[in-house]
């Protein structure tokens, strides 16, 4: 479904996400091949662009006029991508969005490094902006990013993680850079402190809406569409929000079997636990959860005038918690 309406995105700013993915071809370039090879191997692998995507509406939608919310939305694009790299080796993925991930293709060692490459890309972008409270928001972001897998990483196998504690998680994992797309476009676009806050605010909601679906589909997606199998988080031993409703809401039997695959991982009970997370209510209670979310950064749209990219921000919002993938 969404590809028609992810594309109604991309119309209320075409042109400006032409010249964004103009910009990013150009400052992946490097006179080291295999950095180009690998970084133009991952920018092109089905990505939708809902970050740099969310700068470009979001700047219009406050009235910018001049030309520097492209780079700044290159920046995040860039941010983005060296998360995924780090994330496929801690992972030790071998598939992302339907193809190979860089590290299967090329091994651990390339993929951290073209990560560091295009972590160092975007701060010099940002440099180049020279606007000192774009660069405040933005290196702040890639620390809480940081923290936040981190934190993740400590969860796994952990049957003690709460939901507050999953929360935290995928505010400073997820929710960050959607949070630092929408705010520094507000600040580029000289948006002033109340309509910053609003911003700001509607990235927060909109990664946190965006991230609990992508728990539910792992275990309710169409795996084509997604490009990966379900049940690949369980698989990993991570304790997302429908495990932990389960876990807290399941009849003995089912939360035994789900302290067992959280603390083993694997895939030798995927179906047995893809069935009781769907029969507790879990996946009603994190579906419930992203739409509250969603209607949350819908709210914080109030404050923009009416136009074509305000509407898109709302569906926006709105296809974070209708999409099938």
Not at 5 to 23: I, K, P, T, Y
Not at 130 to 155: D, S, Y
């Amino acid at each position: 479904m969404p590809d028609r309406q992810h594309a109604s995105f991309q119309l209320a700013v075409h042109d400006d996400f032409c010249r964004v993915n103009e910009c990013i071809h150009e400052q992946l370039h490097s006179d080291v091949a295999l950095v180009s090879k690998i970084g133009e191997y991952i920018i092109k692998s089905g990505g939708k662009r809902l970050r740099p995507l969310l700068v470009l509406l979001t700047a219009r939608a406050c009235g910018y006029q001049d030309h520097h919310h492209v780079p700044l939305a290159t920046i995040i694009e860039f941010l983005h991508t060296a998360t995924l790299l780090h994330d496929d080796v801690v992972d030790q993925s071998d598939l992302r969005r339907g193809r190979d991930t860089a590290n299967a293709l090329w091994g651990n060692a390339p993929s951290v490094l073209v990560g560091d490459f295009l972590y160092s890309r975007a701060f010099q972008l940002m440099v180049g902006l020279e606007n000192f409270r774009l660069l405040h928001i933005l290196a702040n972001a890639t620390n809480v990013i940081a923290e936040g897998e981190v934190m993740q990483l400590m969860n796994i196998h952990d049957t003690s993680v709460t939901e507050a504690d999953y929360m935290e998680v995928i505010r400073c994992k997820t929710a960050m850079l959607f949070q630092a797309s929408s705010h520094s476009a507000a600040i580029l676009s000289n948006a002033g402190p109340e309509l910053e806050r609003a911003m700001a605010s509607f990235g927060n909601n909109l990664g946190i809406a965006f991230q609990l679906m992508d728990d539910l589909l792992d275990y309710d997606g169409d795996a084509q569409a997604m490009g990966k199998n379900p049940g690949d988080d369980l698989a990993e031993g991570k304790p997302t929000l429908p495990l932990i409703y389960a876990l807290q809401n399941g009849t003995d039997e089912q939360k035994k079997l789900i302290s067992t695959a959280i603390e083993q991982g694997g895939r030798d009970n995927t179906a047995a636990v893809i069935a009781a997370v769907q029969s507790c209510g879990a996946l009603k209670y994190t579906e419930a959860k992203a739409k509250d979310y969603a209607a949350k950064a819908m709210g914080c749209l109030k404050l923009l005038p009416a136009s074509e990219y305000r509407d898109a921000m709302a569906d926006l919002a709105n296809f974070a918690v209708v999409r099938s993938f």
